[in-house]
Structure formats: structure tokens, C-alpha cells
């Protein structure tokens, strides 16, 4: 079976992954390994984590068919997975409630985070008020000012808000101070991190509780339409939302399975995230995998209209599953995203996240040119409203 | 023997603590960077720890930071710091260590960083982002050129840790004496004493003690738990200002005070 037992011992997918992290913090790496083995078998925990999903996120959530989207473009059926519906309006919660709950039986009392577009912050916040956690969420400062709302949402669940001011002010940064305070106070911390990356066992937590995604996924288009999916598209930064959709799909080969990266200002413009289409593989905040880097070994200065996409990085198991060939890794530009959002908004009434934009404009071009008896499956990973300032002032255009 | 821990040992035998100082390779640029290895050198220095700026360092606090960012926008390299060791290495006899983060060693590739360490004349290398269990590779190269690979401990470590740590140690034990980044600090709450007892059950190699040494008053409350202090931050915080002399003449203070 594809990916069956992976990550392998020491937390590897293949080649890729590993524990690349100062010695101080190997100890609690290794614990929460432990901690997190033993919740997964835990009865008491996976009901806990049930009831918090349904009663307090409010899963399943929605598989929508897009029908005046598909109609428009006239090609295959879209449907829409509604991760922007879960509280606090995207799939950042499944994963910081499952983390929470485990911080709770470590006996950890403090929750820091990092954050690009807010959403992971907010999440995070949102669980540590639930739960009654003190929490500190470090923001690249450049991410403050474009996604001022979630900041303020953060201070209002009781969070603070620490805006990093070193290197390019974003998501990387917030990582990089999230981990030196992570250093600095491991004995009563809990490390919540928010993607697919970072040092082991993180990859394979993050992937665990965002696969409910995925197997709802499966479940539901079942239930609609009696069949899978042709295609299933999610946008890729660090990789959370996509390894979650895609994870229950690997064994069904007939099923394409398809990464959408930040183009930026475009692949040759120098300015995009696109880690693996443009990367080479290399160690950063503690995993083996594809980084944007120049030759010596430094990590690049990246850019994408989607704080939540701005990383040089991505999950290690994306690196592995590029690798095989079984997920194809494709991107998006800002400017096709910024079309992407305009067009599902007065088709559909919905206003997506620019990163889950970033999907939808390889579901349309994908849809456009198949069938109408196809299905394509878009992770709307998160709502739109958080990206409504930036989206009007975009290179000065006023809608 | 290594080079380093014979020199360490021989300073414990001959009743004084060795001290290990470190600057960033290429900052604020790599001429000045060679002539502030001289300087250290001179002022009494048993060890140069140079550092290969990163543009992430993790392990690091502000003033070294800093000095990363001052190195890199200065264009420093991997390869043109090892050609500054390799010039300074004509005038000094010093052990040089190299510190650096894993991923510019390994894009450099790890054996040819390995072969062009040991012939500018390097003999150590720290690498803080790699911890034991991913360190197999290059412990294999850092062998077959003669080069210690140096391990860390910190206080979280565990006897279980500190065994196979040690097992494979070579040069001596970088012992971190806060759970934290590096830079200057005002107390120092780990019991150094436990610390120090608990790492020399598992090794006969030195024990160095780093983070946090202000001045030559701290170095001494921490020379009788160790064999040789590990002073950044505090010189690189001089680097930053260019006041070279008062760097030089703090190294001369603390080597004093280890004496």
C-alpha cells in the first residue's frame, strides 16, 4: 500500500523528513512522539477529539456541488469541500484541536504558534481560549499588516500577537521565533505547529487530524454521486490542507490527485512560492525536503498574494509523493488567483481564501477541458473574508 | 588524541580553562573577519569557533542574528570563509572549528566540505540543527578527514541521549547551559555542578560550557564545572560595533580570569 507505515522510523517518508533540530529540543520531540502514540490509542482522546470536531467545529463539514460554477465553464462537475464552514472558517481547527487536546494531557500550559495568513493563528487561539491555554502566536510583521483582521481576532480570543521583525517578515520568520521560544521555555510549552513540516513527529500529526477531510470527502461524493472523484485539487504552501484531502485518495489510483503552489508574479519572475516546482531538496525548521534556495544554501526571499502560501518550504511527505509521481504539483499566479476569487464569488456566492483560490483555478482550468459526466473536487480550505482588504487595494484596482 | 582535546587536556594538566571564542565568518566582511581571528588568537584564545552565517538561524539569538545578516549582505560564503581560515591558518596554530547550520554544509556536499575544511586547516565543526540520530553521514566524512564533529548537550538532554551522545563525540562536549538561544544573559538558573557530573559519567573528553558567558566574571563562577568556556555573543556584540580593541581586550579579561 502507498504510504502504508509512513513515515518510517525517525520520521521518514522515503528520503525525506527527519529530526533537524537543536539538541535541547530533541527530548521533547521524542516525548511528544510518545504522548501522541499513546493518544491515537487512547479511547478517551479520539472521543474527545469526535465530540470537539462535531459539537464545536461543526464537522462533517459541507460537500457542495458547484453547479452554476461548473455550468458556466461547461465542462466537468465541481464540487466543493467547505472547510471554509468549520469555525473560525478554515481547516486550520482540525488540526489545533487535536493538538490542543494533546497538549492538555502532556499537562503543558502554554500554546505558541506561527502564522502567515492568521488562519493558523486564529485556530490556535480559538482552541488555547476553549481549553484555557496562555497563548503566544508569532507573526512575520509584512503578514500583520495584510491580515490585520485576524490579528485583531487573535487579541480579542485573549492571545498575544508577536510580530517578527527579522528577515522577510513572514511565515518562515514566524516559524523561526516560534521555534526560539519554543527553545527557551520547552518545559511548560506546547509547540502547536500549523502545517505538514517542521521536525518529526509534527508531519505525521498534522496529516492525521487533517485526513478527516479527506475521508469525508471519500464518504460523501460516495453517498452523492456513487462514485469517486476524477480529480481532487487543493493548493499547496507548507501542505496541511492538501495531504489532508488527498491522504484517503493515494490508493485509489484512478483518482488524479493534483498540488496547486503560489506562482507569484510568475515561475521565471524569481518572485512565487512555488517550493517543488522550483526548489531542490534541503533541510529547514528540522525536515529534509524541497526548499526555495540559492546555490550556497540559503533560504530564498519568496513571495504569493497568500500569506498562507508565502513559504519556501513544504511537508515532507509532499516531497516523497511528488518523488513517485502519485500527486501532480502544478501553480497558480496571483493574478489567475485574483480571477479564480472574483469568479467563484459571483457564481457561487462564495468568497474563498486566496490560497484555496489558488486550487480553484486548477479545478477550472481542468474542468473546462473534461466532460461533463467528470467530477473534480476542490479543498476550499478556507473563507475569503480575512483577504477582502487586500483583494480591493491589489495593485491599486478598486472594484 | 584530537588536536582540541589535547590542547584542552594539556591547559587543565597545566592548571588553567580553556577558552573558545566565536565570531561569524565574513562579518562585517571577511577581511576585517580574518583579522579579528588574529586578534582573538593573540588575546589568548585556545579555540576560534567560525561561524557560516545561515539566513535561519534557529539555535541563535538576536546578536548573532545579526551578525548572520551582516555576513550574508556582505556576500560571505562557505567557500571564501574557508579561504579566510585557510590564510589565517599561516599565522596562527590555533584549533578552528567550524559552526554552522546543516544546510549550507550540506548543499556545499558533505564530503567536499569536509576535504576543503581539513586543507584551509579546520579541526572541528558544530553543527547545532543536527542532532545525533541524523548525524551518521557526515560523522562518517568528519572522520575520514580528520575533522571533530562536536557534539551539544543541553540541560534537557537524557542520560539515555547522553550515552550514545557521547559514544561517538569527538574534540569535546559542547554542554548549552540554558534550554534557550544563544546570546548574553543575566542568570543562569541550570545547577552547572549536575550538569557537568552527569556528562562526565558517560565521556572522558573535555567539557566546554557555552551560552550566556557575559565577561570574565561568569566565565570564572563556570571554569570549576568545566575545561574550557565558550564565549559568542558578548564578542560579536563588539564585532557589531567595530570596537575591535575593547574585543580584543575582553578575550584578554576572560582568558585572565580562566587562569
Known sequence: MLNSGMPAKGGYFDKYGGRFMPETLMPALQELETAYLEAQKDKGFTRDLAWYLKNYVGRPSLLYPAQRLSKYLGGAQIYLKREDLNHTGSHKINNTMGQALLAQRMGKTRLIAETGAGQHGVATATVAALLGFECVIYMGEEDTVRQHLNVSRMKLLGAEVIPVKSGSRTLKDAMNEAIRDWVSNVDNTYYLLGSVGGPHPYPMIVRDLQTVIGRETRQQILELTGRLPDAVVACVGGGSNAIGIFHPFLQDIEVQLVGVEAGGEGLDSGRHSATINKGRPGVLHGSFSYILQDIEGQISEVHSIAPGLDYPGVGPEHAYLKDIGRVRYTSATDSEALEAFRLLSFTEGILPAIESAHALVEAVRMASSMPADKMVVVNLSGRGDKDVESIVQYKGEHI | ?259
Do not use: W
Open chain 2, 1 to 259: 588524541m584530537s588536536i582540541i582535546t589535547e590542547r584542552l587536556k594539556n591547559l587543565v594538566s597545566s592548571g588553567e580553562k580553556g577558552l573558545i571564542t566565536y565570531m561569524t565568518g565574513g562579518d562585517p566582511d571577511i577581511k576585517s573577519s580574518l583579522k579579528i581571528m588574529l586578534s582573538m588568537a593573540k588575546a589568548g584564545a585556545d579555540i576560534i569557533e567560525v561561524g557560516l552565517p545561515f539566513s535561519d538561524p534557529v539555535a541563535d539569538g538576536p546578536v548573532i542574528q545579526a551578525a548572520s545578516n551582516r555576513a550574508l549582505a556582505n556576500g560571505a560564503a562557505a567557500g571564501s570563509i574557508l579561504q579566510m581560515i585557510a590564510d589565517a591558518r599561516q599565522e596562527i596554530s590555533v584549533p578552528i572549528v567550524i559552526m554552522s547550520y546543516y544546510n549550507p554544509i550540506l548543499q556545499f556536499g558533505l564530503q567536499e566540505f569536509c576535504a576543503q575544511a581539513q586543507a584551509s586547516g579546520v579541526n572541528g565543526m558544530i553543527i547545532p540543527d543536527l542532532p545525533y540520530e541524523e548525524s551518521e553521514m557526515l560523522r562518517i566524512y568528519a572522520d575520514e578527514y580528520q575533522l571533530d564533529l562536536i557534539p551539544m548537550v543541553a540541560p534537557t538532554t537524557t542520560p539515555e541521549r547522553l550515552e550514545v551522545i557521547c559514544s561517538s563525540a569527538r574534540g569535546f562536549i559542547y554542554c548549552v547551559s540554558v534550554a534557550g538561544v544563544t546570546g548574553v544573559r543575566e542568570h543562569i538558573e541550570t545547577d552547572l555542578n549536575l550538569l557537568s557530573s552527569t556528562v562526565r559519567r558517560y565521556t572522558d573528553l573535555p567539557l566546554a560550557i557555552g551560552f550566556g558567558v557575559s565577561g570574565p566574571a561568569r566565565a570564572r563562577d563556570m571554569a570549576p564545572f568545566c575545561d574550557a568556556v565558550i564565549v559568542g555573543s558578548a564578542l560579536v556584540e563588539l564585532i557589531a560595533e567595530q570596537k575591535y580593541k575593547e574585543m580584543e581586550k575582553l578575550t584578554e579579561d576572560i582568558k585572565a580570569a580562566l587562569r
